[in-house]
């Protein structure tokens, strides 16, 4: 569970609570960064480590569900936690909805912080195992060459070989040779293999990018 | 006719009678066949008064008026009066003279003159003269201001003389006696014949007063240069006028205008001859009136036509009156005790009250009467001043109370302010735990914590304090109070708020409640407390019975029991124990305090407070306060 490569952002305008909050994170192993502003925090680059935040709701300037929207916009996927001393339920609601991994009222039990903040984590690296997963996926994508993509396309369309040798004007064995260099290229060991590889990605799209 | 108020006698009203009278009674003896006398048609007797001055002279035009007056009341007969005025003081010349006597013979030629009256010095000295022309045969009377002005030898048997009955000596002495300081005296008359004939009379006494005053005569002066001096006499002088028709320059007057002006202008008192200068600046004197002359005048005149000899006639005599100007003594401090007994004194600025005694009441009684109204209206606006200022001061006590009572609304922030170090520091001693817990621990980081947990609480305690300051206001000040004021001054501040509510406030308060010894503001709020909490019970409970009763009786020899019984949603059995605990509430916004702070109150007091259920709906609190006892107190 302790991994220190894990890092929690912390953003309450109160220093009592952020320095507590640090103390609290640190003393189960891991890096705490805190910030007196949700503006402040927004100007940070995030690091390529698994990572969580906790901010405080009720802020002055940007409110901790502002945050929670700029972040979306940004299609930054950072799992928040919410603390907040005057909770009310259309606020945890609204929180909750737009994503929010657990809305503690303070003051809160340390575990309850932990096991939202180890689920946040988890959920982080999930994401970011994903997210990894989608790269390389699109990597292998663009070591096609255009028709071998075009094949691609058509292959996980599930269309036969001398279907696509017509859509395309092409032999039936000139097809086989592209279809082979795909599955090694994206190191398929089957056609289940890589159609469960491409339903990840928006090939189409991505076809279209590469032209 | 303006002098004529000041005689006392109601001339006016005495001579317009007789005048009324007079047409009456020759109206009805000229009437023909009404009587016997009617018949004989009596020639009316014509008298030709002839007075020497000109015609607005006062003192001519007084006599005149009377002379009319008492020739219509005092002859049975009728008499015709015609007057001439010669203004002789103007034209002294002896050829203006014999035109006048052209005049009037041209005149009264064809009229048969009865008698004739000839008034002034100035015409005794012509007529002396001229007077056979004009007079031969008609008996004359001659008034004159002295006897030698008309030698006894060159009157003629049809001639009868008289003196005005000047009385210069009498107000001589008077000035002595009023103002026994006065050591000089001087007398103003002018240049005309009559001027000097007054000035005659007042010679012929003055050597009798000379030992005592320095008596200087002003006679030959220039009218500019005597007023100049008037106002600059030292001030142990008065000054006496007799009469200025003419001054050394030849410029003619009014005497009583010019005396007038001279006791204006005069630096001390004026004294004068005649009652037509008093209340023109005179103090007073010996004074001559008009009036009495003229009717004596008359009296002569009648008898004469009556056919009585005219040698038989004595002259008219000096009825002179002592009179004063009120206004004058008190100018010049002249204590009206030391007037001479029978002493008129006229132009009394106090005799408005005589005059308008009713008018004077109805004007007092009226600015009374206003003045009353204004009294209770100011004290009635002060009564609502001071009932306003009361009300400001409950206002300013529920300043405090509200802003206890409003705790509810603000205690979301309050809650989130002790909440704040509240979790940081649950957060710093968990935190603590686990470096504690570690392998090995990190003391460190521990200490850090530690420090923080310090922090939190440190700042936790400044959050209590400040509430607890905003709750508590000052020390117990206890008085003696009303108990019924007491509720009274809460019920005034609820009532509205009773009235949005639709709640029923009733007070039952037992009769002869003592006072009691307490802290006015803090047991308002108490009871303000207890009326809210009430309200805020009904609040929740059904239209049908919605009622608040303050009750106040004594219930125990030592202490009076004031209670609130409302009829709302009660209290819950599991509620019961922890109803005056601190931040216990039941109440969305609440925050717990208003019934912990009241039983502390209470109890500061020597009371209690507390809540019972009713049978029927509702709760009841109530509390104690100790009656007031003067040994306490």
């Known amino acids: ?211 | 006719m303006t002098t004529n108020n000041h005689t006392g006698k109601l001339p006016d009203t005495g001579h317009i009678a007789k005048l009324i009278l007079a047409v009456l009674l020759t109206w009805v003896l000229c009437k023909p066949g009404v009587s016997a006398l009617a018949a004989e048609e009596p020639v009316p007797k014509r008298i030709l008064a002839i007075f020497a001055f000109k015609q607005a002279l006062p003192w001519a035009y007084r006599v005149e008026e009377s002379l009319r007056a008492a020739l219509a009341s005092q002859s049975s007969f009728p008499i015709e009066l015609n007057v001439e005025h010669a203004d002789l003081p103007r034209y002294p010349d002896e050829t203006y003279f014999r035109k006048v006597v052209d005049l009037y013979r041209y005149k009264y030629s064809g009229l048969k003159v009865d008698l004739t009256l000839a008034l002034g010095d100035e015409l005794a000295e012509l007529l002396i003269k001229h007077g056979d022309e004009f007079f031969s045969d008609i008996p004359l009377i001659l008034v004159t201001s002295e006897t030698e002005t008309f030698p006894q030898d060159l009157k003629k048997p049809n001639m009868t003389s008289l003196v005005w009955g000047w009385d210069t000596g009498s107000t001589i002495a008077l000035i002595q006696d009023l103002l026994p300081q006065t050591k000089h005296l001087f007398i103003i008359s002018g240049t005309s014949k009559t001027d000097l004939s007054i000035r005659e009379n007042a010679l012929k006494v003055v050597p009798k007063f000379e030992n005592k005053l320095n008596i200087q005569f002003v006679t030959d002066f220039v009218t500019s240069e005597m007023l100049e001096k008037v106002a600059k006499l030292p001030n142990d002088s008065a000054i006496f006028f007799l009469s200025v028709l003419r001054d050394a320059n030849d410029e003619y007057f009014v005497s009583r205008d010019l005396m007038h002006v001279v006791s204006e202008r005069a630096n001390v008192p004026t004294f004068g001859i005649g009652d037509t200068y008093l209340g023109h600046g005179i103090v007073g004197g010996s004074l001559l009136s008009a009036e009495n002359q003229g009717e004596r005048l008359a009296n002569i005149a009648v008898r004469l036509l009556g056919g009585e000899s005219a040698k038989d006639i004595e002259s008219m005599g000096t009825e002179n009156q002592l009179m004063f100007d009120w206004r004058q003594l008190k100018r010049w401090s002249i204590d009206e005790k030391r007037l001479p007994p029978g002493s008129i004194v006229r132009y009394r600025e106090a005799s408005i009250w005589d005059d308008h005694r009713g008018k004077i009441i109805g004007v007092i009684v009226i600015i009374f009467s206003q003045a009353f109204a204004l009294i209770l209206l100011l004290i009635q606006r002060d009564k609502r001043s001071r009932a306003e200022d009361e009300s400001q001061r409950l206002r300013d006590d529920l300043t405090h109370v509200s802003r206890v009572l409003s705790m509810g609304e603000i205690a979301t922030s309050l809650a989130h302010e002790i909440n704040q170090p509240l979790a940081a520091v649950q957060s710093y001693a968990q935190a603590a735990q686990r470096f504690l817990a570690g392998d090995p621990p990190d003391i460190d980081e521990m200490g850090k914590s530690l420090h923080g947990v310090v922090a939190g609480s440190r700042r936790a305690k400044e959050v209590i304090q400040r509430i607890r300051m905003t709750l508590e206001k000052k020390p117990l000040e206890r008085t003696p109070l009303q108990v019924k004021d007491l509720i009274h001054d809460v019920i005034m501040l609820v009532q509205r708020r009773a009235d949005e509510k639709k709640v029923l406030l009733r007070l039952d308060l037992a009769d002869g409640l003592p006072q009691v010894f307490g802290d006015r503001t803090q047991l308002q709020q108490v009871l303000l407390n207890l009326i809210i909490n009430g309200f805020e019970a009904i609040g929740d409970a059904g239209d049908s019975y919605r009622k608040l009763v303050v009750q106040a009786s004594i219930e125990e020899p030592d202490s009076v029991i004031i209670s609130v019984q409302d009829s709302g949603i009660g209290i819950d059995e599991e509620h019961r124990d922890i109803l005056f605990d601190a931040f216990f509430t039941t109440k969305a916004e609440g925050l717990g305090m208003g019934l912990s702070i009241s039983k502390s109150i209470i109890e500061t007091h020597g009371g209690r407070l507390w809540a019972t259920q009713n049978p029927d709906q509702g709760t009841t609190f109530s509390f104690t306060v100790p009656i007031y006892m003067e040994d306490l107190g």
């Open chain 1, 1 to 211: 569970m302790t991994s220190f490569d894990a890092i929690v952002f912390v953003v309450d305008d109160d220093p009592l609570i952020r320095d507590a909050l640090e103390q609290l994170i640190k003393s189960v192993g891991l890096k705490a960064y805190t910030f007196s502003s949700a503006r402040e925090f927004l100007e940070e680059d995030l690091p390529d480590t698994p990572c969580c935040l906790i901010s405080d709701i009720r802020m002055p300037g940007l409110s901790g569900l502002d945050l929670q929207d700029e972040l979306a916009k940004k299609d930054l996927k950072i799992p928040v936690i919410f603390i907040t001393g005057h909770g009310t339920v259309p606020t945890s609601v609204r929180a909750m909805k737009a994503g929010a991994v657990d809305f503690l009222p303070k003051p809160f039990e340390d575990q309850e912080l932990l096991d939202a903040l180890h689920s946040a984590l988890e959920q982080n690296r999930q994401t970011r195992k994903e997210q990894a997963e989608i790269k390389e996926i699109k990597r292998r994508v663009e070591s096609l060459t255009p028709r071998e993509h075009e094949v691609l396309v058509l292959v996980t369309a599930g269309m036969l070989n001398k279907q696509i040798a017509y859509d395309l004007k092409l032999s039936e064995n000139t097809v086989k040779t592209h279809r082979a260099h795909i599955m090694q290229k994206m190191k398929a060991e089957s056609l289940a293999d890589l159609v469960r590889l491409t339903e990840k990605i928006d090939i189409c799209r991505h076809k279209d990018d590469s032209r």
